[in-house]
């Protein structure tokens, strides 16, 4: 059922293809929005409360263990994800070797240096597209990530928009430019 119309694309994952702290996404500015009201709760709680610790026996050292607590939940917020994300990929090296994926009409196939494959449209739930990546997401937590960076050039990108939008028949969530 090969067309003739197919799209390769030839590319290595990087940790900051799947996460980084900085990109402008819904979870990452829920986590800003919660770190930065920790650090106006504890700052309060600083200014109110300094003074009646410290006039307590061991006082100081309450006041310490509050702000350690508050220091140790920003950073879970904000540097833990990051973290887990290089824990994964390095406990697992083929995410960061070389991979070819071929879209056409009829299948997907995929091909590294330890597997094979081809796949048909349905097998995933979800496609979605970032600025800087497309995910073939295969249910919650399990996906495929193709970082745009690897596209030969802008056509190709707009090709792979056009064959997911006549061949995948899930929830698509595509950039329009």
Do not use: H
Not at 36 to 60: H, M, P, Q, V, W
Not at 68 to 81: D, K, N, R, S
Not at 112 to 129: G, I, Q
Request: charged share 25%.
């Amino acid at each position: 059922m090969n067309d003739g119309r197919e799209l390769t694309v030839e590319f290595s994952l990087k940790p900051r293809d799947v996460y980084s702290p900085f990109r402008w996404d819904r979870n990452n500015l829920a986590r800003w929005v919660a770190s930065a009201l920790l650090c106006y709760i504890s700052y309060d709680l600083y200014k109110r409360s300094a003074e009646t610790l410290k006039s307590f026996d061991g006082g100081t050292s309450v006041l310490a263990i509050v702000i350690l607590l508050f220091i140790l939940v920003l950073l879970a917020l904000l540097v833990f994800p990051s973290l887990r994300v290089m824990a994964i990929f390095r406990g697992t090296p083929g995410f960061t070797r070389s991979k070819r994926i071929t879209f056409r009409p009829d299948i997907i196939l995929f091909e590294s240096a330890e597997a094979k494959s081809e796949f048909k449209w349905t097998l995933f739930s979800r496609v979605f597209e970032t600025p800087r990546v497309f995910v073939f997401s295969q249910g919650k937590v399990s996906g495929t990530y193709i970082p745009k960076r690897c596209f030969a050039s802008q056509q190709d990108i707009v090709f792979l928009r056009q064959l997911i939008r006549e061949n995948f028949k899930g929830k698509a969530t595509l950039r329009r430019d």
